[in-house]
């Protein structure tokens, strides 16, 4: 059974920084791909960034590249999005995700496994 746990989320002010994390069990992950949503309210969740676990290849959505980096450390069984210059509408709840296969996909459904996600709160 996968397990998916975030944390590192807040209330900050534009042009700030956090770091999100995310413990992953449950499985061996090297032909996983694995990756960050998040959903504002009233709105679809929508990609944000994903990871190729074996290999590290990543790609972004266009609204945070330059500003987000998604890495992670096999030995901890973590992923991590580092999100700096942050804005207000980066604001949402930030769900962690996996799926097996190594191809890096945006759509939510692509996705099997799910952490219960963590709020990201950007102020003015």
């Known amino acids: 059974q996968v397990q998916l746990v975030e944390s590192g989320g807040g209330l900050v002010q534009a042009g700030d920084s956090l770091r999100l994390s995310c413990a992953a069990s449950?499985?061996?992950?090297?032909?996983?791909?694995m990756g960050w949503f998040r959903q504002a309210p009233g709105k679809a969740r929508e990609f944000v960034a994903a990871?190729?676990?074996?290999?590290?290849?990543?790609v972004y959505a266009d609204s945070v590249k330059g500003r987000f980096t998604i890495s992670r450390d096999s030995a901890k069984n973590t992923l991590y999005l580092q999100m700096n210059s942050l804005k207000p509408e980066d604001t949402g709840v930030y769900y962690c995700?996996?799926?097996?296969?190594?191809?890096?996909?945006?759509?939510?459904?692509?996705?099997?496994?799910w952490g219960q996600g963590t709020q990201v709160t950007v102020s003015t």
């Open positions: 990871i190729m676990w074996s290999g590290g290849s990543t």
């Open positions: 995700t996996a799926r097996s296969g190594s191809t890096i996909l945006r759509w939510a459904s692509a996705y099997d496994y």
């Open positions: 449950g499985r061996t992950f090297s032909a996983y791909t």
